[in-house]
């Protein structure tokens, strides 16, 4: 059967988004998009697949059983995969692909609800089969290490729970400490007014958890956490990474403690964010990098000969993140689908994907205050 694949990867080119910007989607966009692609599958005559091997939340889920065939597509086209924002350019690209491929692998996190309803769960929009709420529970399963750890974590945590959730925001996001004591108080007051002994208070900030904890008798999990979407853009992204050596079946590749594999031994400084001085088959090159630490260009000292190099597909490229902060993060997520109720606040007019699709999928009852 024809069959689509929704990749989640952490690097995909600029010039493959078709939204004109360079996107991190979260644990919630890619849920988004994958139910999305459900339903279009009904309407177009496709099999859904998801394949999560270039995403640091693998190393805390069960591996899904998909046949090579269709994982050898993924690894194919991995360097050239498309990203598809808008539901006309996702239903468009499919059907021209399927026209003359049996698989098509992407990244969608496309809307289906009309944009005005967009996360409002007072329209009562969006709907979900029971088959698509298990197909999401079947990806997003926890293997032994994440149940252990789900398991150690809520030792303290009451049976019957409820979540209170606040997203201060992307500026106060993700372990920042820098917020005006304006916006504490004014969340601690809605913090005050919405809470009892069962709950459990989540937040992407973990300073405000910790100020609430201080002051309330509040039940927090101290862990990081991380958007699980974002690409940690680093030159240590080149680390145990192997890249082309021109058009040549050759490679090169960078070692700890800068040393390299370069037709031999080798080694190599950093210079700033993307150049480093390589030194190898007797010659000095410096090789600047762009800004995913994809790609390069090379140039050897004294005669300038020019040599570009592409990484060559290799998981710790696409799963170089702070996985306790990712464990975290699905901590967060597992904790809300076993909730008796959600209570989210937020600064933004629309809810958290991280939050509504949760709701949605587990039949979790949802409160929500927007625009604070």
């Known amino acids: 059967m ?60 069960k591996t899904q059983d998909i046949d090579k065939l269709y994982l050898e597509k993924v690894d194919e086209n991995l360097n050239n995969l498309n990203f598809l924002y808008f539901l006309d350019n996702l239903k468009n690209y499919i059907e021209e692909s399927l026209e003359h491929n049996d698989i098509v692998t992407l990244h969608t996190n496309a809307i289906i609800t009309p944009a005005n309803n967009f996360y409002n769960i007072n329209t009562k929009n969006d709907s979900l089969t ?16 994440l149940k252990k750890y789900i398991d150690e974590k809520m030792i303290n945590i009451p049976k019957n729970y409820e979540i209170i959730h606040f997203r201060l925001g992307d500026e106060y996001s993700f372990q920042s400490n820098n917020i005006p004591e304006n916006i504490l108080v004014k969340f601690e007051e809605l913090f005050k007014n919405n809470y009892n002994e069962n709950t459990i208070l989540l937040s992407d900030n973990k300073y405000f958890k910790n100020y609430i904890k201080s002051k309330y008798n509040v039940h927090i999990i101290d862990t990081d956490v991380e958007h699980i979407g974002n690409l940690n853009n680093s030159i240590n992204n080149i680390i145990n990474n192997k890249y082309s050596w021109g058009d ?27 150049n480093i001085i390589a030194y190898f088959g007797c010659k000095e090159h410096h090789i600047k990098f762009n800004k995913n630490y994809t790609e390069f260009t090379s140039i050897r000292k004294d005669d300038l000969c020019i040599i570009n190099g592409k990484l060559k597909i290799i998981d710790n490229f696409y799963k170089n993140n702070n996985l306790d902060g990712i464990k975290g993060s699905l901590l967060d997520f597992f904790i809300q689908s076993n909730s008796k109720k959600i209570k989210t606040i937020s600064i ?25």
């Open 130 to 145: 029971e088959d698509e709420k298990n197909y999401i529970k079947n990806i997003f399963t926890p293997n032994d290490e």
């Open 2 to 61: 024809k069959t689509v694949i929704n990749v989640y990867t952490k690097y995909i080119k600029p010039e493959n988004y078709d939204i004109g910007m360079i996107l991190t989607p979260g644990l919630g966009d890619f849920i988004r998009g994958t139910i999305t692609l459900l339903k279009l599958s009904k309407e177009m005559g496709f099999n859904v697949l998801v394949d999560l091997r270039y995403n640091p939340i693998s190393n805390f889920l």
């Open 348 to 372: 933004y007019n629309w809810i958290s994907g991280f939050i509504y699709w949760n709701s949605l999928i587990y039949d979790i009852p949802i409160e929500a205050k927007l625009n604070i």
């Open 248 to 274: 040549l079946d050759l490679y090169i590749k960078f070692l700890d403690d800068f040393k390299m594999d370069a037709f031999g031994e080798g080694e190599y400084k950093i210079i700033d964010d993307y």
